[in-house]
């Protein structure tokens, strides 16, 4: 076995970016996007090499809802510095080695992106919003015990998938549903949207064949196509305009 083929075996991947610059993906994702964490590793010459995210992480985060603060930013250093990587003031997380190094220090790399990827996801996470609790009730109404909440699968990145309701469980017409809601001036939430599509794109990507169903709170007629066609290719989208029946007949024809 070579080393190209070593690296296949571990899922890893690497391919050049440009004359002396590698960007190489690991099969690892991100807890809260589903995004697999790499790193871009240059050749700075005298035998030393630069491997950074380019602040990737920060930003995806930060594309899903995340606030940084001082606070926040201190704790992100903190685990960074602990696995012998740099952040640097705009969030990139990096590290400068010889090249004989680089092999360690991108394991610490991984390391730092998992743990800083945990951290992002805990404070990611927050309380079901009431459109989940107005679906909930519809779907418990008008689907009685067909319908679980808090269901739990596994994506092809390895991570547990958090859904808030399952149709049909454990039969073939088992369909996953998520519900996005639209907030001030009837807009929905962009880091909603894009942690959706993550994390049902992350359970087709596993091979799953369940029906993956979203329930989007109609709004702002523009941002809702937006949110369409964003989900369109993840998904089957259902608009719930409060019709209770239609909601029911559009889960029906879907199943």
């Known amino acids: 076995m070579n080393c190209d083929q070593a690296c296949n075996q571990l899922g890893f991947h690497c391919k050049p970016v440009a004359d002396g610059l590698l960007y190489v993906e690991s099969p690892l994702a991100l807890s809260f996007d589903g995004m697999l964490i790499g790193a871009y590793i240059q050749d700075l010459g005298r ?118 309701f399952v149709l049909d469980q454990g039969t073939e017409h088992q369909m996953v549903i998520q519900a996005i809601s639209s907030g001030t001036g009837g807009k929905p939430n962009w880091g909603s949207i894009y942690g959706t599509i993550g994390k049902m794109g992350d359970l087709r990507n596993a091979g799953d064949r369940s029906r993956r169903t979203i329930i989007l709170e109609d709004g702002d007629e523009d941002t809702i196509q937006q949110a369409t066609v964003a989900l369109a290719e993840i998904a089957s989208i259902i608009i719930y305009d409060g019709d209770d029946e239609k909601l029911e007949y559009a889960l029906k024809a879907a199943a």
């Open 47 to 164: 035998g030393l090499v630069r491997i950074t995210d380019n602040a990737d992480i920060i930003f995806t985060a930060m594309t899903h809802g995340l606030k940084t603060d001082k606070r926040r930013a201190r704790s992100f250093e903190r685990i960074a510095r602990n696995s012998g990587i740099d952040l640097s003031e705009n969030g990139e997380l990096h590290a400068t080695c010889k090249s004989s190094e680089s092999g360690f220090f991108f394991a610490r790399f991984i390391e730092a992106a998992c743990r800083i990827g945990d951290v992002c996801d805990a404070a990611l996470v927050a309380p079901a919003p009431k459109f989940e609790s107005t679906v909930a009730k519809v779907l418990a109404s008008k689907f009685k015990k067909r319908v679980k909440r808090s269901f739990v699968a596994t994506g092809a990145s390895g991570h547990q998938l958090n859904f808030p």
